[in-house]
């Protein structure tokens, strides 16, 4: 999964799998689903991501402790709570 926020654009893409896009519905007023050829969910983006996110720049998430850790390319964190602060460009446990 991958999550991006374009600041000339002002939209926050949630993106779940690298899957040719080949449907797209606006949900809600600005927000977008992407669905690949299956019918599955490929990506959600937001427009006009300031009005509706509080802070773009700090992305918060949650992973159930199904394994009881967090892999990244940098390491493993044991836990179930972590923050990733794009201006520090880490991720940290709470």
Do not use: H
Request: charged share 30%.
């Amino acid at each position: 999964m991958k999550v991006n926020y374009g600041s000339q654009t002002d939209t926050l893409t949630i993106i779940f799998a690298k899957t040719p896009v080949t449907e797209s519905d606006e949900d809600k007023p600005g927000v977008i689903l992407d669905y690949d050829d299956k019918g599955n969910l490929v990506s959600l983006e937001i427009l006009d991501a300031s009005r509706r996110v509080s802070v773009q720049s700090r992305i918060e998430f949650q992973v159930s402790p199904v394994a009881g850790y967090f892999e990244t390319n940098s390491g493993r964190f044991a836990g179930s709570e972590f923050c990733f602060d794009e201006r520090l460009g880490r991720i940290s446990t709470r």
